[in-house]
């Protein structure tokens, strides 16, 4: 199995910045792209970054300007800095990969458990 663990999650007010890491290890042949999603309180997850194995970003149009997303192939693991945060962008943040854990594998999706983001105003 393919396992992420995220970390970097915390309190910070309004026009703060934060970090967040996410590791991927377990079985993995070969990693597709990696990306954060969140889930805030009654809504559903949506998608905030990704990234492709070359190094392309997509942002949803909420955190343009203000996230940044990266990867580290050699250690599989993809960042998110997050600045100018705002109170709207509270919510638990899930990292997914894109991945095969062998040779002729499916491409599998692959989630972490999340961590939590709150903004305070």
């Known amino acids: 199995q393919v396992q992420l663990v995220e970390s970097g999650g915390g309190l910070v007010q309004a026009g703060g910045s934060l970090r967040l890491s996410c590791a991927a290890s377990?079985?993995?042949?070969?990693?597709?792209?990696m990306g954060w999603y969140r889930e805030a309180p009654g809504s559903q997850r949506e998608l905030v970054a990704a990234?492709?194995?070359?190094?392309?970003?997509n942002y949803a149009d909420s955190v343009k300007g203000r996230f940044t997303i990266s990867r580290d192939n050699a250690k599989n693991t993809v960042f998110l800095q997050m600045n100018s945060l705002k109170p709207e962008d509270t919510a638990v943040y899930y990292c997914?990969?894109?991945?095969?854990?062998?040779?002729?594998?499916?491409?599998?999706?692959?989630w972490g458990k999340g961590t939590l983001v709150t903004v305070s105003s």
């Open positions: 997914n990969t894109n991945a095969k854990r062998y040779y002729g594998d499916y491409v599998g999706s692959y």
């Open positions: 990234i492709t194995s070359i190094g392309r970003p």
């Open positions: 377990g079985s993995i042949f070969s990693i597709n792209s």
